[in-house]
Antibody
Framework: ELQLVESGGGLVQPDRSLRLSCAASGLSFEYYAMHWVRQAPGKGLEWVSGISWNSGSIVYADSVKGRFTISRDNAKNSLYLQMNSLRPEDMALYYC??????????????WGQGTMVTVSS | QSALTQPASVSGSPGQSITISCTGTSSDVGGYNYVSWYQQYPGKAPKLMISDVNKRPSGVSNRFSGSKSGNAASLTISGLQAEDEAVYYCSSFTSSSTWVFGGGTKLTVL
């Protein structure tokens, strides 16, 4: 079964850091681009960042550029999101997502269940 | 990266057809055939329903179809069923090589 499992969420103070991880199983992780999408409580979806299959293409939403860093380890079937200088507006459920293509241009065809990030003092 | 524009809500009776619109610009919807649609039930992760404007992933009912004209895309659900009641989001690739979502449309089956 194709599965993405996020971890690393939690309560963090403003301006602190947090690292999210996503473990993939049941799929050829190394062949596909991956993304992070977040959803604030009661709000809509917001795309955060994407990375191509070989990390050659990395893109960010303006709202997180310069603060967040996406990375992947194909040998470990894992995706990461390093989040620095966290703000209250970063509080959301963060989804790890598989792209249907190797580049960041496909539909988001597999979603994890999400990991919650709460930013509060 | 302004969000795509979707109606906040639509409704229809069982058996009817409904269409959800998604309006962007020439820098996103109008510029690429990379428009997707997602269905989300409360408390659940979204599910891909349509990719590349009009492609249905395996397992998605053929009652769901997508189209695009200019800077606007549409999702049509025919033969409406109670189980279709959910929130639907469109998304598009952009000229910045990023993605943008619409605000979401709540579909109510009367």
């Amino acid at each position: 079964e194709l599965q993405l499992v996020e971890s690393g969420g939690g309560l963090v103070q403003p301006d602190r850091s947090l690292r999210l991880s996503c473990a993939a199983s049941g799929l050829s992780f190394e062949y596909y681009a991956m993304h992070w999408v977040r959803q604030a409580p009661g709000k809509g979806l917001e795309w955060v960042s994407g990375i191509s299959w070989n990390s050659g293409s990395i893109v960010y939403a303006d709202s997180v550029k310069g603060r967040f860093t996406i990375s992947r380890d194909n040998a470990k079937n894992s995706l990461y999101l390093q989040m620095n200088s966290l703000r209250p507006e970063d509080m959301a459920l963060y989804y790890c997502i598989k792209d249907s293509t190797a580049m960041v241009t496909g539909g988001f065809d597999i979603w994890g269940q999400g990991t919650m990030v709460t930013v509060s003092s | 990266q302004s969000a795509l524009t979707q109606p906040a809500s639509v409704s229809g009776s069982p058996g009817q057809s409904i269409t959800i619109s998604c309006t962007g610009t020439s820098s996103d919807v109008g510029g690429y055939n990379y428009v997707s649609w997602y269905q989300q039930y409360p408390g659940k992760a979204p599910k891909l329903m349509i990719s590349d404007v009009n492609k249905r992933p395996s397992g998605v009912s053929n009652r769901f179809s997508g189209s695009k004209s200019g800077n606007a895309a549409s999702l049509t659900i025919s033969g409406l069923q109670a189980e279709d009641e959910a929130v639907y989001y469109c998304s598009s690739f952009t000229s910045s090589s990023t993605w943008v979502f619409g605000g979401g449309t709540k579909l109510t089956v009367l």
